[in-house]
């Protein structure tokens, strides 16, 4: 009740105090088979494994499925997160997850690590690496003041990756939420997360169109009208949480009515196409009796009462339109406006109505807002551009070349072409100009090496012969914010190793 309770504030606007850091997870699998009854896992119990003996230290979260404990793995004297489940149905589908997300690096693909399970006197348990705390948890501790774009690039970029590496594989999350994202270690490296609760993951080969799931608040429109379910519902779940970490507030309401309502007038109306194919469209939109389009029509707060019989909740939503957020906050420095532009822009590309549409994580980790080409300028030095360059050193090594040049040199490579097969087509604001990536290596005590990878799109990757002579300066721009880049890590660099410039 005391979780149900904090959600229910949280999801109306309001931090709750900085007590407990679950959620209750939202799952069409479970049918509360619970387990029968045993003993309570209390403070000091010892739990046994085939392998291993834990020790209970305090339980740090509590849900629907179970408890989440600090233990101490006495073996090993390193500390890990205990989950005791209750209920059979959802322990055979989180282990089954688990299995399957376990041949992810869970460094490089920012996933929690799974190291066994085990019963205990009738209870499953399953032991996980000890993680910080959740973004929930963060913000609860700052009083709800938001994250700045330079803490939150980071978190997008690390989730991106973790959603790119579930995509490969064919897993949808759907339960993404604040409280799923957890700090690996806030003090020592700022900013690394790990998604984590796979408890109702499931594949994207399995049938689940018209099931509910995803947390209201986060549930993408196909969710809501029982259109089919794809890997685009973790992008919704993403923009969500990322404009709740960058407002304080969630754009949307914690009823499918308010929700609804929400994404139609701040994004708007589904295409008709989808609507039609809803299996519960008429819940919440009535037909066009006229002529004139389009053919379905929002219903009224009353409408929608007489209907289903449930009185939607009062709602206010943060923002009009969603492009407002730019002037949010109105007083900050043209580094970081033009930082809000790329990050509004992003925001429109993963909650696209037409979940065809939406941006994949892998072409989002392409987007501006997240390569920083926007920040590249050389000649400007503020203190916004240094910090959000910073915020990015403490990203794990992934897909990253495993190179070394020969000479251990540090080197500057620059690809400007015509990509061979078009992307997707996308909103406007979804294309990505300039996508970067920048790689850092380090052997036997020689400088690292920072590989620059740029890919225009077809927009800016004109043939030679339909160049113009006024085209180079542009490309000079380019180059210069890409040594920019190369300059800054290359800083770090040598002062992580203590080399001097030259070196």
Not at 196 to 214: H, K, N, Y
Not at 393 to 398: F, G
Not at 402 to 407: A, G, I, K, S, V
Request: with cysteine; net charge negative.
């Amino acid at each position: 009740m005391k979780n149900r309770n904090i959600w229910r504030n949280i999801f109306n606007g309001k931090m709750p105090p900085p007590a407990s850091t679950s959620g209750e997870a939202t799952s069409h699998f479970a049918d509360d088979k619970t387990k029968p009854e045993s003993s309570e896992v209390r403070n000091n119990n010892i739990l046994c494994s085939s392998t291993s003996r834990y020790l209970i230290q305090e339980v740090i979260g509590e849900g629907t499925f179970g408890k989440v404990t600090k233990a101490v793995n006495l073996i090993t004297s390193k500390d890990v997160a205990l989950k005791i489940l209750k209920t059979e149905d959802t322990t055979k589908r989180e282990i089954k997850m688990l299995n399957v997300v376990s041949i992810l690096d869970p460094v490089k693909k920012s996933v929690v690590q799974f190291l066994e399970t085990f019963d205990h006197e009738g209870q499953t348990c399953l032991v996980f690496e000890k993680l910080d705390k959740s973004l929930f948890a963060l913000l609860s501790e700052r009083q709800g003041m938001p994250l700045s774009l330079s803490e939150i690039r980071p978190i997008t970029h690390q989730l991106l990756t973790a959603f790119d590496a579930l995509k490969g594989i064919g897993v949808i999350h759907s339960d993404l939420k604040p409280d799923n994202i957890m700090l690996a270690n806030h003090l020592c490296e700022p900013f690394r997360v790990k998604l984590i609760d796979f408890g109702v993951s499931f594949q994207t080969s399995e049938d689940t169109r018209g099931i509910t799931i995803q947390p209201l608040g986060y549930r993408a429109p196909e969710v809501i009208l029982g259109l089919p379910i794809s890997e685009a519902i973790d992008m919704w779940g993403l923009g969500c949480v990322l404009a709740f970490l960058y407002l304080g507030r969630h754009l949307f309401a914690d009823s499918e009515y308010q929700s609804m309502k929400g994404i139609v007038d701040m994004l708007g109306q589904p295409a008709d196409h989808l609507l039609s194919a809803g299996y519960y469209t008429q819940k919440f939109f009535k037909k066009n009796q006229h002529w004139d389009k389009p053919i379905w029509w929002m219903k009224t707060p009353i409408e929608y009462l007489l209907g289903t019989g449930i009185e939607p909740k009062r709602w206010l939503s943060p923002l009009r339109y969603l492009d407002d957020l730019i002037m949010h906050y109105p007083d900050m420095e043209e580094a970081e406006l033009e930082d809000q532009r790329a990050f509004v822009s992003l925001l429109n590309c993963l909650l696209h109505t037409d979940s065809e549409e939406r941006i994949t994580p892998g072409k989002a980790l392409t987007h501006p807002f997240v390569t920083m080409v926007h920040l590249g300028d050389e000649t400007d030095t503020s203190s916004y551009i240094e910090e959000s360059f910073e915020n990015m050193t403490m990203l794990p090594v992934d897909h990253l070349d495993e190179e070394l040049c020969p000479d251990g040199e540090a080197k500057e490579q620059l690809k400007v072409g015509e990509p061979s097969v078009k992307p997707p087509s996308v909103a406007p604001s979804c294309v990505s100009l300039v996508s970067v990536k920048i790689v850092l290596h380090s052997a036997d005590g020689q400088e690292a090496a920072a590989v620059i990878d740029t890919t225009v799109s077809d927009v800016d990757a004109a043939s030679p012969a339909e160049e113009s002579p006024d085209e180079d300066p542009p490309a000079k721009v380019k180059k210069s914010r890409m040594r920019r880049i190369f300059n800054f890590f290359g800083r770090k660099i040598r002062t992580l190793f203590g080399l001097k410039k030259g070196e």
